[in-house]
Nanobody
Framework: QVQLVESGGGLVQAGGSLRLSCAASGTRFGPSVMGWYRQAPGLERNLVATITTSGSTTYADSVKGRFTISRDSAKNTVDLQMNSLKPEDTAVYYC?????????WGKGTLVTVSS
């Protein structure tokens, strides 16, 4: 059974940094897209960043220049370095993997940015 477990969320002041990590277990992904999404209270879940097996990345416009996604395919992990955090970054952050036509989600980790 595939499991994605996020860690690294918490409370931080505006301007601060956090690093989220996601570890996948239960399988070793081949060609895949790993990513992070977030959902603020009362809003839809939206893309934050993705990274392919070859290292190609995409970012939401709102986080470009502040967030960096990285992955270690050998360890089945994907990280999100978040700098210059803003109160509007407050959300539950979800790890996501798309592989072989399937989609996997973690349970999420809460990031709260205080002003």
């Amino acid at each position: 059974q595939v499991q994605l477990v996020e860690s690294g969320g918490g409370l931080v002041q505006a301007g601060g940094s956090l690093r989220l990590s996601c570890a996948a277990s239960g399988t070793r992904f081949g060609p895949s897209v790993m990513g992070w999404y977030r959902q603020a209270p009362g809003l839809e879940r939206n893309l934050v960043a993705t990274i392919t097996t070859s290292g190609s990345t995409t970012y939401a416009d709102s986080v470009k220049g502040r967030f960096t996604i990285s992955r270690d395919s050998a360890k089945n992990t994907v990280d999100l370095q978040m700098n210059s955090l803003k109160p509007e970054d407050t959300a539950v952050y979800y790890c996501n993997v798309r592989a072989y036509g399937l989609v996997y989600w973690g349970k999420g980790t809460l990031v709260t940015v205080s002003s």
